[in-house]
Nanobody, 118 residues
Framework: QVHLVEFGGGSVQPGGSLRLYCAAS????????MSWYRQAPGKERDLVAA????????NYADSVKGRFTISRDNAKNAVYLQMNSLKPDDTGVYYC???????????WGQGTQVTVSS
């Protein structure tokens, strides 16, 4: 059974930092592209950052470049999102996503809330 479980969300003041962690199991993590998506209230779910199976290719949304860092540890089936200099616009539910490199089957976590507010 596939599980993607996110940890690390919470409330923080503008300028603060959070580190999100996604624990994966039940699928071929090492051959899957992993991503973080964000859904703000009343808006669509948007891609925040993506990392290839080996970690050699990384993409970020323009709005988070220079502030967020995605990384992965294939030995631990984990993907991380370090978020610095947080802004109120970063508020939303953050979802972990995995796409198998061969089957293209897609998996989602249940999401973790991040709130940036003074």
């Amino acid at each position: 059974q596939v599980h993607l479980v996110e940890f690390g969300g919470g409330s923080v003041q503008p300028g603060g930092s959070l580190r999100l962690y996604c624990a994966a199991s039940g699928f071929a993590f090492g051959t899957s592209t992993m991503s973080w998506y964000r859904q703000a209230p009343g808006k669509e779910r948007d891609l925040v950052a993506a990392i290839s199976s080996g970690g050699g290719r990384i993409n970020y949304a323009d709005s988070v470049k220079g502030r967020f860092t995605i990384s992965r540890d294939n030995a631990k089936n984990a993907v991380y999102l370090q978020m610095n200099s947080l802004k109120p616009d970063d508020t939303g539910v953050y979802y972990c996503n995995g796409v198998n490199g061969f089957s293209r089957v897609e998996y989602w976590g249940q999401g973790t809330q991040v709130t940036v507010s003074s």
